[in-house]
């Protein structure tokens, strides 16, 4: 018997690379940069800035103790506002206010937010304003 032993090369040990595994780490390497890069453009291209908010409502409801107002709050910045304050300013003309508010937990960046708001009078019928007062930065 023969003491050497023949060594046959397996598929993974030829020396020729399958064009495949050369695609394959192309298209790896061609992902990874270009997440690479997007992240660095997000990077530089973010600036913070304050939280800017668009209040409107959403419709009227009467209900068995008063008015309910459903809003909704579009934050129309990337910076996203935890504990807004929304306040609603309902003016008779007799001078009379009513004012109701509710807080908002988080309202995140380019993002739509909704609340209710009870009012003891019909809110058509008088000039009804909402807006956010506060949020703190989360």
């Not at 032993?5 to 790896?28: C, P």
């Not at 995140?108 to 009012?119: I, M, Q, R, Y």
Request: aromatic share 10%.
């Amino acid at each position: 018997m023969n003491t050497q032993t023949t060594r046959k090369k397996s598929v993974s040990e030829t020396e020729n690379v399958h064009w495949g595994e050369w695609l394959t780490g192309g298209l790896s390497a061609l992902l990874v940069a270009s997440l690479i890069g997007w992240l660095c453009y997000q990077t530089y291209q973010y600036q913070p800035v304050k939280a800017n908010f668009r209040v409107e409502v959403t419709a009227y409801t009467v209900v068995e103790n008063g008015h309910q107002v459903p809003f909704s709050v579009l934050n129309v910045t990337q910076t996203s506002a935890a504990q807004v304050q929304v306040v609603g300013t309902m003016s008779e003309q007799n001078g009379h206010v009513e004012k109701a508010a509710v807080t908002l937990d988080y309202v995140a960046s380019e993002a739509l937010s909704s609340g209710v708001l009870f009012f003891e009078h019909d809110p058509r019928n008088h000039n009804l304003e909402l807006r956010v007062v506060s949020y703190t930065n989360p």
